[in-house]
């Protein structure tokens, strides 16, 4: 039996796509399994998909040619993983300028993490951190992408700081 999806994991499609998994949920009304990933290369491409169906075989009737024997195979090593020194396969640790980061107990805190971490950033860091912060950043360089984040952070802590002082 194969492993379930694991979060933040990088799968090659049988078409050639990579994705990396964000998480499985449930859907609200049926409560079937929905596996939620992201295109590899285009995280502003995000997709849902049955879970029975994100580890379905190939449809070889279909797609005779397909070089892959599931829909979505987990890529290992190599190409798509997109990792550099992946390490070992299987369960990760998150790197500690991420964990950090998602540990800091303030907005001012993580401001400061962000600060120490900011030569080390790569865009999977960048991306977590944006989602732990429920946005997005746009396309562009490491330097952007941590200059957009900061920006948050800061704007953040003057407007979220002034509304609760005034309470």
Known sequence: MRDLPG????????????????CIARDSETLEEMVVYENRDDVSKKYVRPLS?????????????????????????GEGSGAEGSGTEGDKEAPADLMAFLDAEDTEEKLDVLERIKNRLNDDIISAIALSLDTEVREGSIQEKYEEIRDYLLTTIKYEGARLRNR
């Open 7 to 22: 979060e933040g994991k990088i799968y090659r499609h049988f078409k050639g796509t990579y994705y990396r998994v964000i």
């Open 53 to 77: 169906e994100f580890m379905s075989e190939t449809d070889r009737e279909k797609y005779p040619d397909a070089g892959q024997r599931y829909r979505f195979e987990e890529e290992s090593s």
